[in-house]
């Protein structure tokens, strides 16, 4: 009969060390035993590794952060001007939908401003309807002096 061995996952067998059994030491010294010695053969204790630490450095930088980061919004010309558009060809939310492909949802949001400019959308929204959109301004980044 073989006596018994420990297995490490991260040391293939060739490569552990070779020890002597004692018959009477018990099963737990013997796994300290094991694990010295891989320790002295290259596998050693990560201290806090796997810890979710740091992170003191960019949550410095957030903080500081001063940009405005908004997105584009619909403006009140562009929703009036698609509702009227839409109601002038006598097509529902949902028969505008269908027409260029996306859920009613979208117009909806579009309708009530609350959706973030697409161009394509936008673009199908004109060729189907027969009508051009005002434009919608872009956001600019504002930053404060430092």
Known sequence: HTPLQPTLHRIPKHQLPSMSWRASAS????????????????????????????????AKKIEEETEDF??????????????KARQAKGLTQKQLANMI????????????????PNGQVISKLARALGTRFP???KKKKVKSDD
Do not use: D
């Open 135 to 137: 434009k919608i301004p």
């Open 27 to 58: 099963k737990a010294s013997q796994a300290r035993e094991v694990v010295n010695k891989a320790n002295v053969n290259g596998i050693e204790k990560k201290w806090g590794g796997g810890a979710n630490r740091g992170g003191g450095v960019n």
């Open 101 to 116: 492909q996306v859920q009613q949802s979208v117009i909806q949001q579009y309708e009530n401003g609350k959706a973030i």
């Open 70 to 83: 908004k997105h584009r919004k619909i403006t009140v010309e562009f929703k009036k001007a698609l509702m």
